[in-house]
């Protein structure tokens, strides 16, 4: 069965100190890795996708990679703006989403 | 334009009473979702609609009943729900079913309240 793991469970910063999030998974034939971020009482907002490993992608103070069995979600620089829960997920068949328990950052000033 | 829409924001329902949740995309993506999730929990699947038909229902029980009025619309009828059902409900889109550009785009849900 496929399953997502993420680590930390909770994550806390100082402003400008970079760091990474790790998300493992175990899956039969990767259809896509996904990272949302998601703020208290909020829906989740879409990040990246990651196909292949060795792709990485960027945004702003963000940058994804991923391997054969994991993915990173490296923050350079974080601003307390960038306090949220970030989720990892994975594709099962064509359509369910397999998320992991997310990691909750926060970035104090 | 990459949002989902969904009303109302709150929901408070006895649990007798019979309400809808309603969702709306206009990026003319062909699947839409319903998710749920529970406080400090990631969201879990409940439906899929793929072009306007049921393609996925995850064990959900009947008293959450999913419609797809059209390509654009997505409703959630409930009716006798219990108070384990309080949660956030969550819609999503994406512009394929299949293969590229599956990427799920999240409304900001509603809070649902059971009494």
């Known amino acids: 069965e496929d399953q997502v793991t993420q680590s930390p469970e909770a994550l806390r910063l100082q402003e400008g100190e970079s760091s990474s999030l790790n998300c493992s998974y175990t899956?039969?034939?990767?259809?896509?890795l996904f990272w949302y971020r998601q703020d208290p009482g909020k829906g989740p907002e879409f990040l990246f996708t990651?196909?292949?490993a060795g792709e990485e992608k960027e945004k702003e103070r963000l940058k994804a990679t991923l391997t054969k069995k994991e993915s990173f979600l490296h923050i350079t620089a974080p601003k307390p703006e960038d306090s949220a829960t970030y989720l990892c997920?994975?594709?099962?068949?064509?359509?369910?989403?397999?998320f992991g328990q997310g990691t909750r950052l926060t970035i104090n000033p | 334009d990459t949002e989902v829409t969904q009303t109302p924001k709150h929901l408070v329902m006895g649990m007798t009473n019979k309400k809808s949740l309603k969702c709306e995309q206009h990026?003319?993506?062909?699947?839409m979702y319903w998710y749920k999730q529970k406080a400090k929990k990631p969201p879990e699947l409940m439906f899929v609609?793929?072009?306007?038909?049921?393609?996925i229902n995850e064990s959900v029980p009947s008293r959450f009943s999913p419609e797809c009025p059209n390509s654009s619309l997505l409703n959630l009828h409930l009716h006798a729900l219990q108070p384990e059902d309080s949660a956030l409900y969550l819609c999503?889109?994406?512009?394929?079913?299949?293969?590229?550009?599956?990427?799920?785009?999240f409304g900001p849900g509603t809070r649902l309240t059971v009494l």
């Open positions: 999503a889109s994406s512009q394929e079913v299949s293969g590229a550009y599956n990427e799920q785009f």
């Open positions: 990026m003319g993506h062909r699947a």
């Open positions: 990651l196909y292949s």
């Open positions: 609609y793929s072009y306007e038909k049921l393609s």
């Open positions: 899956v039969s034939g990767l259809r896509g």
């Open positions: 997920a994975v594709l099962q068949g064509a359509q369910k989403l397999v």
